[in-house]
Nanobody, 124 residues
Framework: QVQLVESGGGLVRTGGSLRLSCAAS????????MGWFRQAPGKEREFVAG????????SYADSVKGRVTISRDNSKNTVYLQMSSLKPEETAVYYC?????????????????WGQGTQVTVSS
């Protein structure tokens, strides 16, 4: 099982950009599909983006398509989430998730490992 640590969150103005990073421990990172989720206060955790172990496939929530890019560098055991044109309603704790195999899921319960989260605050 991988251990995940997110970084890169912070305060940004509406329309701004951020790049989140998620560093994974272990030598099996390349065998895991990775995902990003977010959870705003009082709301359920929601899928943002996913990428397969081979980087052959990515998926995005409709609300972020065209503004967000997920990528991974297996040599660095790291997955990234590049976000642009951020909106205040995207203020949330952003979580990195991992699951073994070459698939990803939109349901949080199907992911095997989670990071502790990083806060993203978008000011209006």
């Amino acid at each position: 099982q991988v251990q995940l640590v997110e970084s890169g969150g912070g305060l940004v103005r509406t329309g701004g950009s951020l790049r989140l990073s998620c560093a994974a421990s272990g030598r099996t990172f390349a065998t895991y599909s990775m995902g990003w989720f977010r959870q705003a206060p009082g709301k359920e955790r929601e899928f943002v983006a996913g990428i397969t172990e081979s980087s052959g496939s990515t998926s995005y929530a409709d609300s972020v398509k065209g503004r967000v890019t997920i990528s991974r560098d297996n040599s660095k055991n790291t997955v990234y989430l590049q976000m642009s044109s951020l909106k205040p309603e995207e203020t949330a704790v952003y979580y990195c998730a991992a699951t073994p195999g070459d698939t990803y899921y939109r349901q949080p319960s199907l992911w095997r490992s989670w990071g502790q989260g990083t806060q993203v605050t978008v000011s209006s």
